[in-house]
């Protein structure tokens, strides 16, 4: 259930890279620059909630 | 035995998509490894509470005080922790943070594992023959 998030992130990795290759090539330096950053937000956030669940889960386990 | 082809898959699919990922993206490449890594440890909590589960009941047949063992299942909590955090820096380049975290744990443990010491120092005082 939870390997589809690898491929996700996989996805959503190699659509920035193609959507800021084509951005810059039309020379839309900043704009590719910012979906750039979007990418990496929306990525950080998914991996930071997994991160969170995981502390939760071990802090259930070995009740803290 | 299923979960371990599991196991062994998710980590062969991260580092496919990593190797893939990383000369388009390298940063995202850092983050499908973290995930592989957190999905792996999910996989593993399940048998983490059958196996303390069971140290439970051993420990109950003895009659130590329940806030010693907990202390002990603390340790190990935070040993997994400071382990898989450490690992993380050191994934990502960042060796010596990695060594501080570890540092961390190490004094955290020593400060948790005190109780126990006074303990033990308090029953030799028990003994000895004022």
Same mark, same amino acid.
Do not use: E, K, L, M
């Given at each position: 259930m939870e390997v589809e998030i690898i491929f996700k992130i996989a996805a959503i990795g190699i659509l920035t890279a193609v959507v800021s290759q084509i951005l810059k090539n039309s020379g839309k330096e900043d704009i590719s620059t910012l979906a750039t950053l979007a990418g990496v937000v929306i990525v950080l956030i998914m991996v930071i909630n997994l991160i969170a669940d995981l502390f939760d889960t071990i802090r259930t386990i070995f009740n803290f | 035995m299923d979960s371990l082809y599991k196991i062994i898959g998710i980590a062969l699919i991260t580092v496919v998509a990593t190797l893939i990922l990383k000369p388009v993206r390298p940063d995202f490449a850092v983050f499908i490894s973290v995930v592989g890594g957190v999905i792996i440890l999910f996989m593993l909590a399940g048998y983490l509470t059958d196996i303390f589960e069971v140290f439970n009941q051993i420990f109950n047949y003895? =009659?130590? =005080?329940?806030s010693l063992y907990k202390i002990i299942f603390k340790i190990i909590g935070v040993g997994y922790l400071v382990e898989f955090t450490a690992s993380l820096c050191s994934d990502t380049g960042n060796n010596s943070l990695g060594d501080k975290v570890l540092l961390g744990g190490k004094i955290i443990i020593l400060v948790m594992a005190l109780p126990i010491v006074t303990s033990i120092l308090e029953i030799v005082m028990e003994l000895l023959p004022s």
């Open positions: - | 003895t =009659n130590v =005080n329940s």
